[in-house]
């Protein structure tokens, strides 16, 4: 992404008379590039809804990261460290068989570059199917480091588990609803384990059958009926006390319709908003007390076909920003 490509994608209010204490989000972005300050929060797009598709789930999350940008772009900016925009990887053809994997390769290729420049990753989707690019940029980036045995603790915030095994005769390897399935063997084929936890399940959302591969594979969770804020924390420092680098991701539909409409599948009840956020500074106080380094964060399902008045957006957005202030203190 150019500079005249920030100019294009980020616009907003500009309240001059104010100076530097009246910038908003879309008055600091720059574009990523391999110069980029260390220390910084570098955005990297994830435009696909063909895992979802996959899914038999509702599509239009592909529009999701420019939905989440727009809604980033008028928050105020109380930040000191840089923020970076890398752009949007693309499905490229949605009539090619490989054409998923293919973009979640080129995604995971941006994460692992933002993370060798020493960057906090905010990946913006995008069907959950971002999370299996995550988690392989994140990896690569260890390999790279010679770290091939620390552990990834994924902390995943949704009203699924996201655990499903691909269809047998299906020409797909993965879709929205598979991601930490496929982390689960990437882990068991390196001898890793396997270290993933769900927070705000819903029971009506999950087949039996999820559940029991959630047992099988030893998956701590969070009921949304049970999600509060002490629930949580406890959970949230149980898990990062036995992890060495984490990875938080935020799938939308864990919210109730009512603040997250915009998702392929709202929540008839999902967790409160304001204990979700408490639980991301739960995370941030944990990875500080137990010497973690968080190295990124992604937001799922953001499908502007179904938002209501901008309402997932500006949730989505609200969350991405507290993650952000949550790292610019966090050591790289």
């Known amino acids: 992404m150019t500079n005249n490509d920030i100019n294009e994608v980020w616009s907003g209010r500009a309240d001059p008379e104010d100076g530097d204490d009246g910038l908003r989000l879309h008055q600091v972005v720059q574009a990523y590039s391999n110069a980029v300050a260390p220390g ?40 000191a460290s840089p923020v970076y925009d890398a752009g949007n990887i693309t499905v490229a053809d ?3 068989v490989d054409a998923l994997s293919d973009a979640q390769t080129d995604y995971a290729t941006a994460v692992y570059n933002a993370l060798c420049n020493q960057q906090f990753v905010l990946g913006l989707g995008g069907g ?45 390897a993965g879709s929205s609803g598979t991601p930490f399935y496929q982390v689960a063997q990437d882990c068991a084929a390196r001898e890793l384990p396997f270290k993933y936890a769900c927070l705000g399940v819903s029971r009506t959302a999950n087949t039996r059958a999820l559940f029991n591969t959630a047992d099988k594979l030893k998956v701590p969770y969070l009921l949304d009926s049970d999600f509060n ?3 949580s924390e406890s959970l949230i420092n149980q898990f990062i006390a036995e992890i060495d680098y984490l990875y938080v991701t935020v799938c939308l539909d864990a919210l109730p319709a009512s603040v997250a409409p915009g998702v392929s ?11 979700l956020l408490a639980s991301l500074t739960m995370v941030s106080d944990a990875c500080d007390k137990h010497s973690v380094r968080w190295l990124m964060a992604d937001i799922a399902e953001l499908n502007p076909k179904y938002d209501i008045d901008q309402r997932t957006a500006k949730t989505a957005a ?15």
């Open 229 to 231: 804020r002490s629930t």
């Open 318 to 332: 609200r969350i991405v920003y507290d993650i952000i202030e949550l790292n610019l203190k966090a050591p790289i």
């Open 94 to 96: 949605n009539t090619e």
């Open 265 to 275: 599948a709202p929540a008839a009840n999902g967790v409160r908003l304001t204990d």
């Open 40 to 79: 910084g929060t570098t955005l990297i797009g994830f435009a696909s809804d063909l895992g979802v598709q996959h899914n038999q789930g509702r599509v239009g999350a592909q529009a999701g990261p420019q939905a989440l940008r727009s809604a980033l772009a008028n928050i105020a900016w109380h930040g």
């Open 128 to 172: 959950h199917e971002i999370a299996w690019g995550s988690y392989q940029g994140c990896r690569h980036y260890l390999d790279h480091c010679g770290k091939h045995k620390s552990r990834i603790g994924i902390l995943n915030f949704d009203a699924h588990f996201d655990l499903r095994k691909p269809p047998v005769d299906a020409p797909w």
